[in-house]
């Protein structure tokens, strides 16, 4: 097979796993703007320094579902805590929810431990999707381009 084609199919085959990946987190962060909300006060909030060029913000609330207490770390949906290589971005989150502070909490009514306090499409999800377009059309582009300037002999 030619190298480029077999190289074509692979950043093809990226693409598409990455738009379902990112369709799939998707919808996960669309549902949690069904979930239920209660008030809850933030309890820690301080930015974390991971190692070289490493930071986040480390934001702990506790919130009341049916009378049990809950504690909750997620600020926002995605498929992971969002991670900087500078200080500055988690310092405004933090600077967003210091401690003490009264926030509404959003649950998930079916599994209460799961909260967040920002619902719906997350940096994280946006940016995987996106990568899979840019790795399809980029696909596609150079398929266009030097697979369609060959000519059969």
């Known amino acids: 097979m030619d190298p480029i084609k077999w190289m074509l199919r692979i950043f093809l085959s990226i693409g598409v796993i990455f738009i379902v990946i990112g369709v799939y987190l998707f919808l996960q962060d669309w549902e949690t703007l069904s979930w239920k909300e ?20 480390s934001v702990e609330y506790g919130y009341l579902v049916d009378g049990q207490m809950m504690q909750g770390k997620v600020v926002e949906s995605g498929p992971d805590i969002p991670t900087y290589s500078s200080p500055a971005p988690p310092r405004r989150v933090v600077a967003k929810y210091p401690v003490g502070k ?52």
Request: no cysteine; aromatic share 8%; charged share 20%.
């Open 102 to 153: 009264k926030v509404i909490v959003y649950f998930d009514p079916q599994d209460p431990s799961k909260a967040i306090l920002e619902p719906g499409l997350s940096r994280g999800s946006l940016l995987i999707f996106t990568l899979g377009i840019g790795f399809v059309g980029i696909s596609l582009v150079v398929r266009n381009e030097f697979l369609g300037k060959r000519t059969v002999s």
């Open 38 to 57: 209660t008030e809850g006060v933030v309890n820690e909030s301080r930015v974390l320094h991971l190692g070289v060029r490493r930071y986040v913000a």
